[in-house]
Nanobody, 119 residues
Framework: QVQLVESGGGLVQAGDSLRLSCAAS?????MGWFRQAPEKEREFVAA????????NYSDSVKSRFTISRDNAKNTVYLQMNSLKREDTAVYYC???????????????WGRGTQVTVSS
């Protein structure tokens, strides 16, 4: 069983930066981040393969967000720069045994961490 615990969310102003972390228990898997804004569907943000050799981003965050991982710590990070109000959402860490550049129904999910961006 894999458990994912996110941290690092908070309240920031537009233009600020924030780094989310996701600590995973169990084996090393392909990881990702999704987010869900109020009254909107959950959407893909970024994904990274277990080795870190494959990475993908949604168009809405490309060039502003960076996903990375430290397998020694079994932790995945999401560095978010130039934050916008529309980035406000609950951010979820995901993990899966199968690599997809855009994960489809990942097997494992964290409980989420709130990111709020004020103008």
């Amino acid at each position: 069983q894999v458990q994912l615990v996110e941290s690092g969310g908070g309240l920031v102003q537009a233009g600020d930066s924030l780094r989310l972390s996701c600590a995973a228990s169990g084996r090393t898997l392909h990881m990702g981040w999704f987010r869900q804004a109020p009254e909107k569907e959950r959407e893909f943000v970024a994904a990274i393969s277990w080795s870190g050799s494959s990475i993908n981003y949604s168009d809405s965050v490309k060039s502003r967000f960076t996903i990375s991982r430290d397998n020694a710590k079994n932790t995945v990070y999401l560095q978010m720069n130039s934050l916008k109000r529309e980035d406000t959402a609950v951010y979820y860490c995901t993990a899966d045994r199968v690599w997809r550049s855009v994960p489809i129904n990942p097997t494992y999910w964290g409980r989420g961490t709130q990111v709020t961006v004020s103008s």
